[in-house]
């Protein structure tokens, strides 16, 4: 009964109206944000989740079809969305000893550039959210491949004080992004 | 291809938090493409189907905010919060469903009525900081609101259950019908009480939710458990008179691990970090319901939690700059004292500076 008023929402996207949108968003976000927390990602994932989401249903609103389930398309949408967080996710826990093992530092990269690029993405989102000192010291180490030494003589600290940034800032990113190590 | 049982297996290792290094390169080729594939994809459906729509996500309205002014849709957003002053009468408000700008112009005729009709009608109640409020439901229970929360009830409970929506903190008296269960549903617990009183705290900002029984019995079961074949339905605590309760909000994998204390002692504490729940048992209850008889009251708390209870308190806001004040402990409680008044006595015990501004306080 509910989902036959949803294409007459889609009909009013279609004529730009926003009040339709919040609408379908006032329906859907609770069930897109429980959709993503089955998923194990955190609170703020799930929130990032619907957003990216229902702000893909506006930007493509002229895609969607109101003789189809509007739900059908909302889920492929969230899906996605899931699915490339997960696939990130797991492309981290697959080089963490990489970030986790200072020795490794020097080596080649392990990834190839497309992931790089993919992972450094990723994970810069929660980068972001680290003091700016830690955020620095990580970048230069994890990014830029200095040696911890490199790093002690630019910055003017101890190499120890580089470890210790180093590893509160990988819990930090363990923690947000939920492994257990 | 997949194997579907292996997929599911990883769902469930990915819940209870037991990834490890080796389960992830047996699990990642599947997810290796940027389109899922069959045995992935059914997963996904699946668990889609299974998630119920019926209740919008915590904090709904400032994530409608953020994609409104990310999309830049130019339009008022009226949120649906309403302020009900301390002590004030009775006030429940009838709400229909999505009461926001939708109703008006153009757009209201083109849309049928059965649109309305499928949302039962809830009343909602919020409490501004710096206030409090009381309420009796249509069934006689009663319950006290602390400062910045929100309660949600149909105005008729069903005839088999009744249930309500709870977000922040709220003292429970709830009458007995062994018929009608009465469940407290939070962001992601429900509790399931007969007749009892309780207390539960659960807001948004913080990590942890708070369940403390002062009489009866009360089960705790998880909010999603009805929704996904990968979580147990079984409920999570059972507690008795004395028992506190706290969630980790970011475990999702729960399992009970429950002491006996003697009484006279200290509460022990049983801590299952995996688990996600910890109960205590003989606690002193008062400690937790203090704030419905207008007492705030705190034990050897951190001054950075009791600076939080002191923002919802006195609907003021705090800039702790002093760090070393934040791991301090206090003891104490407060009544008719003002903020001022706090504050100070607060400084007998600890070195700290503070100035104030309107509702503005900063501490240094």
Known sequence: MRYKDDSQLVDQLHLN?????????????GKV???ALKFNLSQADAEEIVQEAFCGIWENRANIDSGKKFESYLFGIARNQIHSFLRKKMLFIKYLDYFENDTLQQATDPYDDLQYVELKQFLSRYIRMLPPRRREIFELSRFDRLTY???AKKLNISENTVDTQIRHALNFLKNNLKINS | MNNIKNIEHFIIKL??????????????PAFRTEIPDEGLDNIYRETWMGTADAKEMPGSDAVLDRIHHRLKLKKDFSARRFIIPEWYKYVAILLIAFTGGWLGSRFTHQVPDSFVESEPFMNEISVEYGSKSRITLPDGTKVKLNSGSRLIYPARFETNMRKVHLEGE???DVSRDENRPFFVNTQLISIKVLGTSFNVKSYAEESLIETTLVEGSIEIYNELANESPYISKAPIATLKPSDKATFIKDINTISVNQENVESGNRPTTSTNTKAGIMIENAIETTLFTAWKDNVLRFK?????????KLERWYDVKIDLQNNSLKEEHFTGQFDTETIEQALEALKLTAKFRYTINKNEIKIY
């Open chain 1, 17 to 29: 109206n926003t009040q339709a949108f919040d609408v379908l968003f006032r329906r859907y976000n």
């Open chain 1, 33 to 35: 944000y429980r959709f």
């Open chain 1, 149 to 151: 030494q490199q790093i």
């Open chain 2, 15 to 28: 819940n209870s938090g037991e990834l490890k290094k080796s389960d992830i390169d047996q699990f990642e």
């Open chain 2, 170 to 172: 709220g003292f429970f």
């Open chain 2, 300 to 308: 050897g708390e951190r001054f950075e939690d009791i600076a939080i």
